[in-house]
Nanobody, 123 residues
């Protein structure tokens, strides 16, 4: 069992940056691939970025590619998502998720989810 808790969301102006954090409980964090997803009001949960268990393979959705970095610290049971050059369309609840097997961009493939952290970007 893994419990995930996100933090770092908030209100920011367009062009700004945020670093989202996800802390995991338990001592098996390094066994899991980690993903970040986002969900805007009235829309489906959408893949944003993922990182493999070792942290040496990353995968990004096109809408954040080039302005986002996913990372992890297995010693601290932490995963991060840095987003730069934020746009109003980035406004959403951001969720971190853990998957025991490899990388995936499908929400249904993830085993554990956090409660989410709200990001609001104003123009």
């Amino acid at each position: 069992q893994v419990q995930l808790t996100e933090s770092g969301g908030g209100s920011v102006q367009a062009g700004g940056s945020l670093r989202l954090s996800c802390v995991a409980s338990g001592n098996t964090f390094s066994s899991y691939a980690m993903g970040w997803f986002r969900q805007a009001p009235g829309k489906e949960r959408t893949f944003t970025a993922a990182i493999n268990w070792r942290g040496d393979t990353r995968y990004y959705a096109d809408f954040v590619k080039g302005r986002s970095t996913i990372s992890r610290d297995n010693a601290e049971n932490m995963a991060y998502l840095q987003i730069d050059s934020l746009k109003p369309e980035d406004t959403a609840v951001y969720y971190c998720a853990a998957r025991l097997r490899g990388l995936s961009d499908s929400p249904g493939q993830y085993d554990y989810w956090g409660q989410g952290t709200q990001v609001a970007v104003s123009s």
